[in-house]
């Protein structure tokens, strides 16, 4: 059974950083583009940064120079880091898996910034 679980959102006040983590079970992550996408309430999702199988990123223009995403593929886990966090960086956090067809989403961690 594949499963991705997000953690690491939280309350954090605005200019703050958080990292957010995505560990993933049943699959092999190294095989895997994996991508970070955030939704806020009534908002389409929106893809925020992509990490290919060797390491290329890309990002979002809204949060280019803020946000990192990276990769552990022996850990099985993939990262975002997020910096001067502002109200706008509020929405739920979630991350992806994709391999050809094969698509898994994991179930989203909150992350709320305080003014």
């Known amino acids: 059974q594949v499963q991705l679980v997000e953690s690491g959102g939280g309350l954090v006040q605005s200019g703050g950083s958080l990292r957010l983590s995505c560990a993933m079970s049943?699959?092999?992550?190294?095989?895997?583009?994996v991508s970070w996408y955030r939704q806020a309430p009534g908002k389409q999702r929106e893809l925020v940064a992509v990490i290919t199988t060797d390491g290329n990123t890309n990002y979002a223009d809204s949060v280019k120079g803020r946000i990192t995403i990276s990769r552990d593929n022996a850990k099985n886990t993939a990262y975002l880091q997020i910096n001067s966090l502002t109200p706008e960086d509020t929405p739920v956090y979630y991350c992806?898996?994709?391999?050809?067809?094969?698509?898994?989403w994991g179930q989203g961690t909150q992350v709320t910034v305080s003014s």
């Open positions: 992806n898996a994709r391999f050809i067809e094969r698509k898994y």
């Open positions: 049943g699959i092999a992550l190294s095989i895997y583009v």
